[in-house]
């Protein structure tokens, strides 16, 4: 799991993603899958995505009570989510490639900071 807003060096929070699925995607194929309500802790905001972070996450978000959500997508279903929220794309499990778009949206007056080191 990681929160998407690490990477952007922006000035507030105000940011949505569009994950839009180019095809169905099953279980199987890795949907897009949510710790709902974690866009409320603090912890791991500040970590890079790579494995020991998203470990450090992922055990963080096991002593909530926030609910994981993962569903299948159907061609033209659309999932938006704050550049806050822990979420991953999970295992594609196929010979099949996944396609997906994803659009980020920013707040109009969004000003950009200085990247933290």
Do not use: C
């Amino acid at each position: 799991m990681h929160a998407d807003q690490y990477y952007w060096p922006l000035d507030n929070d105000r940011t949505i993603t569009a994950w839009i699925p180019l095809q169905t995607v099953p279980k199987n194929l890795g949907p897009i899958e949510f710790s709902a309500g974690s866009h409320q802790i603090q912890e791991g905001r500040d970590l890079a995505i790579i494995d020991s972070s998203e470990e450090m996450t992922e055990n963080r978000l096991k002593v909530t009570d926030f609910k994981h959500i993962i569903k299948p997508f159907y061609l033209g279903e659309v999932s938006f989510h704050s550049g806050r929220i822990f979420h991953l794309a999970g295992a594609n499990t196929t010979d099949k490639i996944r396609r997906v778009i994803t659009i980020i949206y920013m707040d109009n007056e969004m000003q950009l900071k200085k990247p933290k080191k």
